[in-house]
Nanobody
Framework: QVQLVESGGGLVQPGGSLRLSCAAS????????MGWYRQAPGQERELVAT???????NYADSVTGRFTISRDNAKNTLYLQMNSLTPEDTAVYYC???????????????????WGQGTLVTVSS
């Protein structure tokens, strides 16, 4: 009933940049916190950055100063601008959103901790 679809991943050289997007769709009432997480091969999923509905941001120490998270509330879309990429940033990046939505076939509401399918970012020369 709610879908998150990421895009923008790919192969980039060290020092390069990429911009990830995540579009939320469905019978959405509102979205509170949105965030990006990543999982490198053989490692656990970790927080990259989050942004509240009011625009307050939080970053992992490893990306502070290099990555910028933002959102367009009118479009229910989340972004991650990644600069000065290093091989250590190689991972599958996942979008996450705390979504309130209308239950199918009714006007009742429910909350969902939604995840996208992930997009692969590879930093390599």
């Amino acid at each position: 009933q709610v879908q998150l679809v990421e895009s923008g991943g790919g192969l980039v050289q060290p020092g390069g940049s990429l911009r990830l997007s995540c579009a939320a769709s469905g019978r959405i009432v509102s979205i509170k916190t949105m965030g990006w997480y990543r999982q490198a091969p053989g490692q656990e999923r970790e927080l990259v950055a989050t942004v509240s509905s009011g625009g307050a941001t939080n970053y992992a120490d490893s990306v502070t100063g290099r990555f910028t998270i933002s959102r367009d509330n009118a479009k229910n879309t989340l972004y991650l601008q990644m600069n000065s990429l290093t091989p250590e940033d190689t991972a599958v990046y996942y979008c996450n959103a705390d979504v309130r939505y209308y239950i199918r076939g009714s006007w009742s509401r429910d909350d969902l901790d939604a995840w996208g399918q992930g997009t692969l970012v590879t930093v390599s020369s």
